[in-house]
């Protein structure tokens, strides 16, 4: 991938794939970073994009080392950097750095507590095992009730719910959510009835010395690709039909329609939703609906099968983080008369935990 001027000067090239694209003169004009046409606080465009001349070209353009000078017909000089440039280009067809993973994964992604660690290189390295697999593990977090707020709000932006900012996942008598009891839950993902869906969860232990109440992991991509491989019309029926999901207690009803598995526009995994006693199916033909719940039967069975589940005991001071659109969770059973399991949770959305995570690859030049 590289750069080139035409031999007339007037038009700039992007080769990639022994071939040559043109860049549209337009495309660069709304990229010129000179102080008087952005914000230099903001980095926000000073001008009106629309105003642009029709008939906007490049003048001259020639490429010194590792930058690329152009003049517009409009008087605009600028200079570009080309390494910045095919980032840019070639930004939508990188590939995210994934791990997909099944009940073989023995080494989870584990990190210490530290003070400030979000400060430091370390705390990059939290984020992108975060986006790996979908899930890290916190180690000797304080064990203050309430701590995760602090926590969270370090990470991220928390996401306030009708559970409240901060939920405690323990039983208690007349339950507004099966979470609240002691009964096992399957594999599942979380609010898949609300509008946007939180798009993490954050699990702080704070007491479990009760007899059972492991947690348990799957990860929803992995099993949805194996799915596409191996069932195709399974996974082309869970991709394709909209089911309802719903929520609702004396203050409160929700509803929200989506597939099961998302798709990309490029037809990659965006996002799993799981929630088999909230989820409706809408009226199909008799033949259609009876391939949809073999299809739904078996996603199930496999998200919560040894094959593709982890099932581990999180202990005081861990502190789970978990991709909601990717990474199934659950537990098993626990008995109320032995010891005491008491989780607090709380949900933080995506786009300030990736703005965290890019400030701090910038800052360390990584």
Not at 144 to 165: C, H, Q, S, V
Not at 179 to 186: N, R, V
Not at 336 to 361: A, F, I, P, T, W
């Amino acid at each position: 991938m590289k750069i080139g001027v035409a031999k007339n000067k007037k038009k700039i090239f992007v080769h990639a794939l022994k071939s040559n694209t043109e860049i549209h003169p337009l495309w660069l004009r709304e990229r010129v970073t000179n102080v008087d046409y952005l914000d230099e606080n903001n980095g926000q465009r000073l001008y009106e994009p629309s105003e642009i001349k029709k008939d906007l070209r490049i003048k001259k353009a020639l490429i010194k080392k590792k930058f690329l000078n152009v003049q517009f017909n409009d008087g605009v000089k600028t200079e570009f950097v080309i390494k910045e440039l095919l980032n840019e280009i070639f930004k939508k067809n990188k590939k995210q750095d994934i791990t997909f993973w099944n009940g073989k994964l023995f080494k989870k992604p584990i990190f210490k507590f530290k003070k400030k660690l979000f400060e430091f290189k370390d705390g990059y390295k939290v984020f992108k095992n975060f986006y790996k697999y979908g899930f890290v593990i916190i180690k000797n977090a304080p064990i203050k009730k309430n701590y995760l707020i602090k926590f969270a709000n370090i990470i991220g932006i928390l996401r306030k719910t009708n559970f409240g900012t901060l939920f405690n996942v323990k039983s208690v008598r007349r339950a507004s959510d099966l979470a609240y009891t002691s009964h096992a839950l399957s594999a599942h993902t979380d609010n898949p009835y609300r509008r946007p869906i939180p798009g993490i969860q954050l699990l702080h232990c704070i007491k479990n010395d009760s007899v059972g109440g492991h947690s348990t992991l799957s990860d929803g991509f992995s099993i949805a690709n194996h799915l596409r491989k191996r069932y195709p019309k399974y996974f082309q029926l869970l991709s394709s039909i909209k089911i309802r999901f719903t929520y609702q207690d004396s203050k409160t009803i929700l509803e929200n329609w989506g597939e099961t598995i998302e798709l990309n526009s490029d037809n990659t995994i965006k996002r799993v939703r799981l929630s088999p006693r909230l989820d409706y199916v809408p009226v199909l033909k008799k033949d259609k609906l009876n391939q949809f719940y073999k299809a739904r039967s078996l996603f199930i069975k496999l998200c919560n099968s040894k094959n593709f589940m982890i099932e581990f005991k999180l202990k005081p001071g861990d502190i789970m983080i978990m991709d909601n659109y990717r990474t199934l969770h659950g537990r098993t059973s626990y008995n109320m008369s032995v010891g005491e399991r008491h989780l607090q949770g709380c949900y933080v959305d995506h786009d300030s935990v990736e703005s965290n995570m890019k400030n701090l690859k910038r800052k360390f030049n990584i």
